[in-house]
């Protein structure tokens, strides 16, 4: 399996002294489904495995074996060995064939040769032979067996079917129930296939379960005491391994990694971090309270200053903030560069990012939409702290930790999470009672210049004072993914890899944006995959 390159995709998460490898691996006879296999290593030594095969609760399925034998490769040569796509298998339109065992040549002939030829069911020059009829005898029930028109050998034609049957070996009860399953014919027969069929998918799941038991499902629920997450990080090599038989890994997470201890963002400071770690549990302890409105008391923390090695003390709209923001990704512009806004507004952006060039210098934001909210974006922090009894402060310029092409300025920084507001246009009637796309996309990628895991979406409106509040958490996935889009669309290059399956409509947006440079209508599946991931967000009450 391994020599034949049926692992598709192979990820890392690394958790102090555990390390979980992920692949996803072709079926032995299928080239279109893929089987998830789990090792958790611990100090470097393998300990457990699973797998969703029949035999995989074990452990010691060939999906497993499979990995070892990836990680050993990797480990010795540093190379990747992969599944081909498509483009990167040779062309065989040219090479011969066999149909039933009938040597077929390839075909060089023109096309429009074929056009206007007779069928190929049709013999040359001859006609239909006609059944014999006799019109003067009248068809009914003595007369229909003799009739030469009526009758049918019936007992012969049944033989046939079951000598052919049995030949051609083929489970004819699975091919009705197939068929009309998918030209959606519902009969009594169709039912009681669609019985049958998951009666015997029952026992036959039952039957397989060969460890009951035996299985801890610890590689399947990992539960993570640090805030970094490298789960949906290709796997690297490790230069300080040695040559023992251990097999030693390591992921990082970004384009680079630091040795300096205190270069880390705000919120993974070590005060900060625990009061982070409080939020996390209040959330959590809340969530398992079944209502559509989530009841969230904040405790009564001072308040914070933004700080730290990736932050500029700059004023927000001042003209030296606005040279920061020149040439880079922003947060505000992430969900213009995946097509959101439409193919034309994509183009604008990278076109500026690529030639440094400030898109308000080129198109200005002059509608009332975008003043109104920076007339009430005081109030609206200011009735945000009344609410929660916090103080939030304003902020300037927070660059990526791990690459300074990406920088943004969240609405508020508060003791152990971020603000974002968003006002209301004028003549609505109420505040927003659901985020978008772009809201999900642009708070996410200010969790990762800060380092925070939660973010408090504010929707505002002036008018009656009013304020619906989403608690937003850190979707490590969607960064990753998109952050890695981005690069190749701003350096105009290939994606060569797309380790991402979780789910189908990323798998289609792998399909569709590997070995090319993403573009607009690639990146459709990646756009109702993030609108889907926008509306499992939920509205809190803050008290």
Sequence with gaps: MFNSRRV?????????????????????????????????????????????????????????????????????????????????????????????????????????HFRNLRSSRKKPGGTRTKKKINKHQVINESTMEVSDWMKRDISGIVSKIETGIKKSQINVENHVYTTLKKYGLQSGLFGQHNYNYHYRVKQALQDHDYTAGLFDPIPLKPKFTSHQDTWHVPLQTDTTANNSGTINLTATQGTATTENTQQIPMYEETEIKQKVDALQEIIASGKLELKNKLDLAIPKWPGIKPFGFNYHAVEQNSEDWLKLRIGKVTCSSIGNLIGLSGNKEQLHILTCIANNIDPSKVKPKKFHSFARGHEYENEAREAFELCTGVPVSTCGYFTHPDDNKYGGSPDGIGPAYLLEIKTRI?????????????????????MALTGAIITFLQSYLPETKSSNVFLIERNNLLLDVVKMVIDYMVTNTTITSWAHEEGNLLKKAGEQNLNKVPTFASLKPLRAWIKKEATKVRRVHVV
């Design 8 to 112: 598709k995709t192979v990820k890392v998460l690394k958790d102090e002294s555990k390390v979980f490898v992920k692949a996803n691996i072709y079926k032995s006879f299928s080239n279109g489904k893929t089987r998830t296999a789990v090792i958790l290593f611990r100090n470097g030594k393998r300990s457990q495995g699973h797998c969703e095969c029949a035999i995989g609760v074990s452990g010691i399925c060939c999906h497993v074996i499979c990995i070892l034998l990836y990680l050993e490769h990797f480990s010795t040569t540093g190379t990747k060995f992969l599944s081909l796509t498509c483009t990167q298998k040779l062309q065989k339109w040219h090479r011969k064939g066999t149909v039933k065992s009938i040597q077929t040549r390839p075909c060089h002939t023109p096309l429009h």
């Design 426 to 446: 004028a003549g609505s009637k109420e505040p927003l009672t659901s985020i978008t796309a772009d809201h999900l996309l642009q708070t996410n990628f200010q």
